[in-house]
């Protein structure tokens, strides 16, 4: 099997590459391809089909998403890697299910480099580094009574606030949930 390189589309997975190596984050680069008006891959693979005069059911969307901005940082197909077998089944109808990696069959160097290994690899470490600080902010109060006050109107749980403009309070789930849906 070989693979054809799409110069236009290559060309944005190394701009992604390099946006992310500059430090930004996932939503800012599909913010930024959105704004440029760059085809999503989905997009480029309906356009495809659609050129073969292929039948093509898939609804697309001009939007990049933050899923497709991580999978194309994390697919190793971009330094000419093929994976196989990263999805199985055990009856023809039954549900999917992912292997681990080690499960995979992988060829290495069988297809033409997008990335060089350096950048790729350099990106994976970034992506780990990036993705292990939890930092959620400073709990500056003590929240002992989150999981045994109920608010008495509804029956929700209460979840303690420490805001800075707000005294130490605890709210219903229900409303904090209404709130923050509403913004």
């Given at each position: 099997?070989?693979?054809?390189?799409?110069?236009?589309?290559?060309e944005v997975?190394?701009?992604?590459?390099?946006?992310?190596?500059?430090?930004?984050?996932?939503k800012k680069?599909?913010?930024?391809?959105?704004?440029?008006?760059?085809p999503?891959?989905?997009?480029?693979?309906?356009t495809?089909?659609?050129?073969?005069?292929?039948?093509?059911?898939?609804?697309?969307?001009?939007?990049?998403?933050?899923?497709?901005?991580?999978?194309i940082?994390?697919?190793?197909?971009?330094?000419?890697?093929?994976r196989?077998?990263?999805?199985t089944?055990k009856?023809?109808?039954?549900k999917?299910?992912?292997?681990?990696?080690?499960?995979?069959?992988?060829?290495?160097?069988?297809?033409?480099?997008?990335?060089?290994?350096?950048?790729?690899?350099a990106?994976?470490?970034?992506?780990?580094?990036?993705?292990?600080?939890?930092?959620?902010?400073?709990?500056?109060?003590?929240?002992?009574?989150?999981s045994?006050?109920f608010?008495?109107?509804c029956?929700?749980p209460?979840?303690?606030?420490s805001?800075?403009?707000?005294?130490?309070?605890?709210?219903?789930?229900?409303y904090?949930?209404?709130?923050?849906?509403?913004?």
């Open positions: 099997m070989t693979f054809e390189i799409e110069p236009a589309e290559s997975v190394r701009k992604v590459f390099e946006l992310y190596g500059d430090g930004w984050g996932y680069i599909a913010n930024h391809l959105t704004s440029l008006n760059i999503t891959p989905c997009m480029n693979e309906k495809r089909k659609e050129a073969r005069g292929e039948e093509s059911k898939r609804a697309t969307r001009p939007e990049w998403s933050i899923v497709a901005v991580e999978g940082l994390r697919n190793d197909f971009y330094i000419g890697t093929l196989q077998g990263k999805c089944r009856k023809i109808n039954g999917d299910m992912k292997p681990e990696d080690a499960e995979h069959i992988v060829f290495e160097n069988n297809h033409e480099l997008i990335v060089d290994y350096l950048t790729f690899a990106t994976q470490e970034q992506l780990k580094r990036r993705s292990t600080h939890h930092y959620r902010g400073v709990k500056k109060y003590d929240t002992a009574y989150t045994w006050l608010c008495g109107d029956g929700s209460m979840f303690s606030r805001r800075s403009n707000l005294a130490p309070s605890y709210i219903c789930g229900t904090q949930f209404a709130e923050n849906a509403a913004r």
